[in-house]
Nanobody, 126 residues
């Protein structure tokens, strides 16, 4: 079993920055990819960013390209999401997810991820 714990959310003004962290623990951890999703009130959970655990490939939603960066520290079993130029539309609960199945490319849909964190709230005020 894998446990994912997010941290780093909070309240920030528009134009500000935040860094989210996701620490993984449990069984020997070697996922194919790690991802961040987010869910705003009344909306479906949507893909934000993902990185293969090797770091060779990343994928970003168009809405965050150029503003968000996903990175990981394999030695710490931790993945990060650095967010800049935040705007109120970024307000959501952000979830970390792990894809532990053998794949050849990053999946950007929720069904591709087996383990999820509890989420961390990000609120951007205007």
């Amino acid at each position: 079993q894998v446990q994912l714990v997010e941290s780093g959310g909070g309240l920030v003004q528009a134009g500000g920055s935040l860094r989210l962290s996701c620490a993984a623990s449990g069984r020997t951890f070697s996922p194919y990819a790690m991802a961040w999703f987010r869910q705003a009130p009344g909306k479906d959970r949507e893909f934000v960013a993902a990185s293969t655990w090797s770091g060779g490939n990343t994928n970003y939603a168009d809405s965050v390209k150029g503003r968000f960066t996903i990175s990981r520290d394999n030695a710490k079993n931790t993945v990060y999401l650095q967010m800049h130029s935040l705007n109120p539309e970024d307000t959501a609960v952000y979830y970390c997810a792990a894809d532990v199945r053998p794949r050849s490319r990053i999946v950007t849909m929720t069904w591709g991820y087996d383990y999820w964190g509890q989420g961390t709230q990000v609120t951007v005020s205007s």
